[in-house]
């Protein structure tokens, strides 16, 4: 059965009209109709959309469960001197966090207080959060969570092509393509509706997958309707060269294309001319002829060579890596070879995994940028935001730390003394967990708003209850730069507060004279005037067109322009409009194998879980489907450990050590394990990955480590906190 035939259909009778919006989880963003019964319950039903044509995953139908969780957060708790979660009033909750932000403030410095993300933030809540950090708390230290998400492809696009919008095309332009090469990315478990644009290219038998595992994804490339690779872990990049050699020498790059729209071609061909087939093969353990048989089926699909059109696409599989960005590069590389960016029905692009990982990162969460996709360091950029938020560019911080080093800082001498967090549950989602659990502890104050106890909350000093997805109006964009319309279907439970409210209240504390609109219609007006003349234009946006035409694509400049579907058709955003080909080399792995850790481990994302689960894990459903963690094991491996299926595992790593059971299956290398990070606990994948990151983009290793595994001789009880949240 294909993964688009398990896509469950509306249930008999199911409502057909409600409001329409979209699903809290990925950057698919799927249509749905969320309707209301008379006993108060609320269903979804999926609605025609360019993205998800119809359909939803598991976690689409299972949404509504969030809105009626016995585990809803509703009140504000502060921690007592006993170290307990005690319920408070607004009033308490928030002059708590003022008057402790004031004094660090005053007694060391704008930089001792920091705040941290989340690629699930609505555009507006994204906008006011930079906005309050640079203006009220005039503090650099802003990061969000999206730099473990979409770091290395920003950055390998941006100096590649000059600009960087996940894809810059529709979705559904996939759907004519000849050939796609989908590396690291397993989108029939991550985006399952998304499959449907495949459609085609499998059955001309041009889908290319590159993974160590044979995953969902691979399985689509089966029985001949493409190509599965497996290279060694961490190698991705010397594959891409590789391939980008074979172009090359056998004279399939779209030359016409190459002199008219791209630069640096005479060093590109030095730089591959080390990476000849043979010499591939030894480091990826690919076959030369499987080399080839990518290069000749890409080519074959450019439009330079009468194919139908091509595609290269990444996700976190070969981003997250010490050489995300230059892997990135590389995929764009070899694009640009075979003419495919700036083409109709062919391109490059990154699958933006969260949410609002792409509108997330244009308008100010992160560390080096001001909305609208502006750098900080800009200073035509900084009086054009400043102006809109009636401050003094002068006083506006400059380049705070990125994700990693931030978290690393934090209470320690010279670091933050306290920590905002909001939409992110770092105890889960950042590498080298247990560490990120001291660095919290030695904070003098950590507030995190969030509708459900997720582990990060269980440990803050202040949790602050706020709405979630169908209770607020608020813009999302897509993985495609498509910006589109969250609606509010129900209100929130009593005691529940917007952050778009809490920042307001919490600016007005603090005794700042900037103003911040609580209603989201108003801020998005604030948002679109603040990124107006930037990259990431939302300028000719606001509620009120969104509500009357179809979701736009920015740049949209004004609010007579119809959107921007396909970039780069006429030029390149870079000097005389040529994108750039980079020369790039294969490093490696930074935790590599070695004689106490002779396995790799690689990690990933279960079809019924998402992000850190702190949501999926307390959806019934899907609990069920996917109930604990596992890892998997080729069962020539598990043989060397003496390790039979569902036998407990001992994972070890220089981080940490963890405990699961084993799932024995030969859909992976036999030097390689996988476990999805979904889990807390001694199950966390998190807790065993390094915090090693790319030296460009600040994107931490997690997709790869060396590991030791043995067979655990120790009690089952080891595993009684791995669904426990709040366990260490």
Not at 39 to 49: E, K, L, N
Not at 307 to 317: F, H, P, Q, S
Not at 482 to 491: E, M, Y
Request: proline share 7%; with cysteine; glycine share 10%.
């Amino acid at each position: 059965m294909s993964v688009v035939d398990q896509l469950p259909a509306p249930a008999a009778g199911a409502p057909a009209a409600g409001a329409r919006t979209h699903c809290p989880y990925c950057a698919l963003q799927c249509a749905q109709t969320l309707s209301t019964g008379d006993d108060g319950t609320v269903t979804a039903t999926a609605r025609q959309f360019p993205t998800n044509k119809g359909g939803m995953c598991q976690k689409g139908w299972t949404s509504p469960t969030l809105l009626r969780s016995t585990e809803r957060l509703t009140t504000p708790l502060v921690r007592d001197a006993a170290g307990g979660l005690q319920p408070a009033s607004w009033g308490e909750a928030l002059e708590l966090v003022a008057t402790t932000l004031a004094r660090l403030r005053h007694e060391h410095g704008p930089q001792s207080v920091a705040v941290f993300g989340g690629g699930g933030l609505t555009n507006e809540k994204a906008y006011a959060l930079g906005k309050f950090a640079r203006t009220v708390l005039a503090t650099p230290n802003i990061d969000y969570n999206g730099r473990f998400c979409m770091a290395s492809a920003a950055a390998g696009a941006n100096r590649t092509l000059g600009l960087d919008r996940g894809l810059p095309f529709p979705l559904e332009d996939l759907g004519g393509a000849q050939a796609i090469m989908l590396l690291g990315s397993n989108l029939a478990e991550t985006m399952p509706p998304s499959v449907q644009h495949l459609a085609r290219t499998r059955a001309a038998g041009g889908v290319i997958v590159v993974d160590p595992r044979r995953s969902a994804t691979a399985e689509l490339a089966a029985d001949g309707q493409g190509v599965h690779v497996q290279p060694v872990p961490g190698t991705d990049l010397a594959f891409l060269l590789g391939v980008a050699h074979i172009v090359l020498a056998e004279d399939l790059a779209d030359t016409d294309y190459l002199e008219s729209r791209t630069s640096g071609l005479d060093d590109m061909r030095r730089s591959l001319a080390l990476w000849w087939p043979e010499r591939t093969e030894q480091v990826t353990g690919v076959p030369v002829a499987t080399l080839r048989r990518v290069a000749f089926l890409l080519a074959g699909a450019s439009p330079s060579r009468g194919g139908t059109g091509a595609y290269i696409l990444t996700g976190r599989g070969v981003e997250q890596s010490t050489q995300g960005t230059d892997t990135v590069t590389a995929a764009i590389t070899l694009a640009l070879l075979l003419g495919l960016p700036g083409r109709v029905g062919s391109g490059y692009g990154a699958i933006t995994g969260q949410g609002n990982g792409q509108g997330g990162r244009e308008h100010g969460q992160k560390a080096d940028q001001l909305p609208g996709y502006r750098s900080i360091e800009d200073d035509a950029a900084r009086a054009h935001v400043a102006g809109v938020w009636g401050v003094d560019p002068a006083d506006l911080p400059r380049t705070g730390m990125p994700a990693i080093r931030l978290l690393q800082s934090l209470g320690t001498p010279d670091g933050p003394r306290a920590l905002l967090v909001h939409g992110s549950n770092v105890l889960v989602s950042a590498p080298d967990a247990d560490s990120v659990r001291r660095r919290l502890r030695d904070l003098e104050l950590l507030v995190v708003c969030d509708f459900l106890p997720s582990e990060t909350a269980l440990a803050a000093d202040v949790v602050l209850p706020v709405t979630q997805w169908a209770e607020e109006e608020g813009t999302m964009t897509s993985l495609e730069g498509r910006v589109i319309r969250r609606r509010r279907v129900v209100h929130p439970p009593p005691g529940v507060r917007s952050e778009l409210d809490i920042l307001a209240d919490l600016a007005q504390r603090l005794g700042s004279p900037v103003h911040f609109d609580t209603d989201p219609a108003l801020v998005f007006d604030e948002l679109a005037r603040a990124s107006a003349g930037g990259r990431a234009d939302y300028a000719g946006l606001s509620h009120a067109r969104l509500d009357t035409e179809e979701p736009l694509f920015w740049p949209v400049p004004s609010a007579d322009h119809p959107g921007t579907p396909r970039m780069f058709l006429d030029r390149f955003p870079m000097p005389q409009g040529r994108a750039r080909l980079i020369p790039v080399d294969h490093r490696g792995p930074s935790d590599d194998l070695r004689a106490d850790a002779p396995v790799f481990l690689i990690t990933g994302r279960l079809l019924a879980h998402y992000q850190s689960g702190a949501q999926t894990r307390r959806v019934p459903e899907l609990v069920r489907t996917a109930p604990s963690p596992y890892v998997e094991i080729h069962p020539l491996l598990a043989e060397r450990y003496g390790i039979a299926d569902d036998d407990l595992v001992q994972l070890e790593t220089g981080r940490g050590r963890g405990v699961v059971r084993a799932r024995l299956t030969e859909s992976i290398r036999t030097d390689t394990v996988f476990l999805p990070f979904h889990w807390s606990g001694t199950s966390s994948a998190n807790r065993l990955t390094t915090d090693a990151v790319d030296p460009i983009s600040g994107m931490p290793e997690f997709k790869v480590c060396a590991v030791a595994v043995s067979r655990w001789a120790g009690s089952p009880d080891v595993l009684l906190d791995q669904n426990l949240l709040g366990s260490s």
